[in-house]
């Protein structure tokens, strides 16, 4: 491209000078005299400045808008001194676009007095490079960093990047430095924080294999305070690919395991206690149990001894009637604290639904007379004849359920309503017991389902009772993977309740057989007691009074033991056929008795006794030793029926 020139020179050098400027990749200009008049210019300075037809101008003529820029002035010190001007990355503003707002560009250039130059007649050499694209991209990369540091200082993780094997703090951020309590920059690891050992291992293996650590709750030592944190260390590389540092993020969760720990702890406690509890209950259980046998007992062997319809048959009944009423209340104690600890054991058994429901009705009935109440039960669907549930649990929330009923309705009737309804894979079993009694208000709905409450407490005073039959029933029916709710209630029209569990597919529901148990009856002569030499031990005279009494009915021939120790001695020097072992006694308990008498090679029958009804403990006598267990207060018929059953084999 030909050079804007108005001079013509014949010389080499001036031949030379516009070869050099026409063909250079950096903008060249060159201005003489004390106005700076352009004597020739390339393609690159006139792209710059946006200009063209510029040779034989002054500058302040073409460029006008860099008068106020100060480079007027660097010119005329580099005219004046004859020293050159070196500018590095130098704003300048330009009107590059007629009517348009001046351009920023950014230029490293050089003023050079020219060696033609002569006294009173200056030439200037101008030449450098547009570094505005170069400029703004380290400027923007500048940027980015600083937004990046800013975005880490005020994150709330702990973001540090340390440098070199020693771990030099480079850069922490705020969360960093709240943990720590003061700035580790410019500090190594150990120098900052040289008692938390846990970790300087650590990021000495990151920094020389390169390996990321990802660290869960790692217990960190911060100012002499055990501290936890979720930690990533990641290697940093230099731009030849070795290592050169690492960068730290991290997290402190303190609170969360502490607050863990705690609840953990606080959950133990609560285990602990419910066992206490648990225990406690069952040791009041076994002393309330203990007499109440013995008064269970005597009362049935008197009811034999007195006539029928004579007031101390009355008296008879009644202390049986309340003591029965005692039993109850400590089997439903039981059963709650059971639940509580998770120990409650259900079963699943095939169960004709129908015939449980009529034993329900029929042990309510004498109350229902009492009141000359109706109970009906309707069939809403068909019902089949098998359902699978726990027997037990279910008839013990019917009773509840139907006795309340009656305690709380003067006149009317108790209606059962039975309905069987596919639910999920399964079938749910629906019980609506619906009653014409005294009711409820919503304020004392609230209080129903509440341990020990009542909905008001001048229903204890009137109908008695604890509160604890709705919760007890409400946790089994949970329990048999269902649940009771009061469907509806008011004041003087009634209540109903809503009973349902699940009662199995329809594989399990419908077909399997039911095994009927015989009943034995507790007649002496239908057991094989007569003749049969029996060892009694227990350190209550009464309970030995009372077994005493049901074994001289059957013709046995018996004898006491007070202790274990005192039982071992007598079983293994006597020719007894069968033994009856408290478990909770002086000197040896019964389970010892049982165990070192197998272990002397006793292979008689050895039953049970203990007013002790924890989860385990039917297991715990079994695999001892012993061949059955009874609970207390004993059932005259369920003793006799087991010993019938291990002596006539």
Known sequence: MPINSSRKSDGDYQQSMETMIRTSPSFMALLSGPNFIFEEANDQYL???????IIGRPMLDVIPEIGSQGFVEILNEVAATGKPYIGSEV?????????????????????????????????????????TERVLARDALDNER??????????PEMVCILSGPEHLFEFVNEAHIRVLGFDATGKTVREAQPESVEIHSILDDVFRTGKTAELKEIPVTVTNRLRYFNLTYAARYATNGAISGVMILGTEVTDEVRAREELKKAKEEADKANQSKTTFLANVSHEIRTPLGAI??????LSHEVSAGSEAADYIERISKNAQQLRHLIDELLDLSKIEANRLE???LPVDLN???????????????????????????????????????????LTNLVGNSIKFTEKGTVRIELAVAKKGDGNELQIRVIDTGIGLAPEQVQRLFKPFSQADSSITRKFGGTGLGLVLSRQLALLL??????????????????????????????HREIPVAKKESGSGENFHLQGRKILIVDDVP??????????????????????????????????????????????????????ELRQQGYAKPIIALTAHALRGEREKCLAGGFNEYITKPIDKATLLGALNRLLKH
């Open 346 to 348: 259900i079963e699943r």
């Open 146 to 155: 600083r937004n990046f540091r800013n975005l880490f200082k005020q994150t």
């Open 47 to 53: 792209q710059l400045i946006g200009k063209k037809d």
């Open 355 to 397: 015939s449980l429901v009529q034993d329900v009705i029929s042990s309510l009935s004498p109350l229902a007379q009492e009141k000359s109440l109706k109970i009906e039960v309707i069939n809403v669907t068909t019902i089949p004849p098998r359902i699978m549930t726990d027997p037990m649990r279910l008839k013990q929330i």
């Open 481 to 510: 993977k269902g649940d009771l709710t009061l469907e509806k209630s008011a004041p003087g029209q009634g209540s109903t309740f809503t009973l349902t569990i699940a009662v199995g597919t329809d594989q399990e529901i419908g």
């Open 91 to 131: 704003p300048i503003y330009l009107n590059r676009v007629p009517g348009q707002p001046s351009e920023k560009r950014y230029v490293d250039f050089v003023y050079q007095v020219h060696p033609s130059s002569k006294e009173g007649l200056p030439r200037i050499f101008v030449h450098g490079n547009d570094v």
């Open 296 to 301: 269970l007992g005597f009362s049935e062997l």
């Open 542 to 595: 009464d309970n030995q009074t009372l077994v005493r009494l049901y074994l001289n009915r059957g013709g046995a021939i018996h004898e006491s033991a007070y202790d274990g120790r005192e039982a071992v001695e007598k079983a293994l020097n006597g020719d007894f056929d069968i033994i009856l072992m408290d478990l909770q006694m002086p000197k040896m308990d019964g389970h010892s008795a049982a165990r």
